[in-house]
């Protein structure tokens, strides 16, 4: 039978881990993300989880375990924070490139400097090139993230029959390793053989958002959930503006736009649940009915096209071919894992409104908490 808990994002990825029956884990401490190993070990030391613990000796390691056990047909899962996932770079695009289905939890903290703990989210959005399906959460039921990771909420624990149902024991296709079938894993090759290998992932990608989709429907059958496969929409019926942002700061703007609504403000969020495989036309076709965008950007991309974060060169390039453009502009807002405070989601639908009657935006990015709202 299910029931509810109220637990942290660790503890509730832990559970899920638990109840997806994996075969091997393999942990290495940094924080935020740790308690969901220490939550493991103890799991599997009580008898709990039938699972192979093994401690790496730093997140490389914990990377190269889990990509040998699931090249041998393991479920598996490992998990990291901040440098730690900068640390193990050198693998994602291996695994990846294998096909191999390796379960990585990340809990987002700031890179150094300044190596604070807080939920910025530039260690995974570094790795966002690397092959691997990507999505962020909003709070522990979604379980995922620093602030989620850390601050308990209410979970629904599935029955364990549902987890069975929606996640059969993992069956392993051709790549497995077998002594009795020799394959290569990872072998040099020509430069001229190079081109036909990235075919062949990009090619792959193509068909991930149709997986997504039924995956979805089907968990939200099982679990009788309603998410939704690429966007979360909060208010946004009659809105002539969004925010349009990932992770937990979400639980804050929901509020705010309620707060906002209640003054006659007629604006609305958007949350994306992932980053890639983006959702390019549902982008387009979503936020096109709008008069204006804010997109919130918690990481960094120093020197790029929009100076200031990733996802307002996304949110563009997917309405690049839209006849009727909303205004585009970002917010630079908990950076360093600070928190997205009420009064700036208050301060950015202000800059938003003046840019409607404007009629333009003043700018691509405003940092939050250091400028006025100038349109």
């Known amino acids: 039978m299910a029931k509810e808990m109220t637990l942290s994002g660790c503890a509730a990825a832990a559970q899920a881990v638990k109840m997806a029956k994996v075969d091997v884990i393999c942990s290495f401490p940094i924080r935020p993300y740790t308690a969901t190993m220490m939550e493991l070990s ?46 193990a770079f050198e693998t994602y695009s291996p695994i990846s490139g294998g096909r191999l289905p390796v379960q990585m939890m990340i809990a987002d903290r700031a890179l150094d400097p300044p190596g604070d703990f807080g939920s910025e989210h530039t260690d995974a959005m570094s790795a966002r090139d690397q092959g ?52 290569s894993h990872g072998p040099q090759i020509r430069p001229d053989q190079g081109a036909i290998m990235d075919l062949q992932r990009a090619e ?19 679990f009788g959930r309603n998410y939704d496969p ?43 649940r992932f980053v890639r495989p983006f959702p390019t036309q549902e982008v387009a076709e979503l936020l096109s009915k709008f008069k204006a965008v804010g997109v919130i950007e918690t990481s960094t991309s120093y020197g ?57 935006v003043g700018k691509n990015v405003y940092w939050a908490g250091f400028e006025q709202a100038e349109a």
């Open 204 to 222: 792959a990608f193509l068909a991930v958002p149709q997986v997504i989709r039924e995956v979805v429907d089907s968990f939200n059958r099982i």
């Open 42 to 87: 103890k799991m599997v030391a009580n008898g709990e989880l039938d699972a192979e613990f093994v401690h790496g000796e730093g997140e490389h390691a914990q990377l190269s375990v889990v990509y040998g056990a699931s090249a041998a047909g393991a479920r598996t899962f490992t998990g990291s924070s901040g440098v730690g996932v900068t640390y």
């Open 132 to 183: 691997w399906l990507m999505g962020w959460s909003e709070n522990p039921q979604e379980a995922f993230g620093y602030f989620v990771s850390h601050i308990p909420g209410k979970v629904q624990l599935p029955d364990q029959a549902q987890v069975d149902e929606f996640l059969p024991p993992y069956r392993p296709g051709a790549h497995v390793l077998d002594p009795r079938k020799p394959v």
């Open 230 to 272: 690429f966007l979360d929409q909060f208010m946004t019926e009659d809105a002539d503006m969004v925010f349009f942002m990932q992770g937990g700061h979400a639980a804050t703007a929901r509020h705010a736009v309620r707060h906002l609504r209640q003054k006659g403000v007629k604006v609305g969020l958007v949350k994306l």
């Open 304 to 360: 790029g096209s929009m100076s200031g974060g990733n996802l307002l060169a996304e949110v563009r390039a997917s309405l690049y071919d839209v006849p009727k453009r909303p205004l585009t502009t970002s917010f630079m807002a908990g950076l360093g894992g600070d928190v997205i405070p009420l009064h700036e989601f208050y301060w950015m639908a202000e800059v938003l409104t003046k840019a409607l009657k404007a009629g333009k």
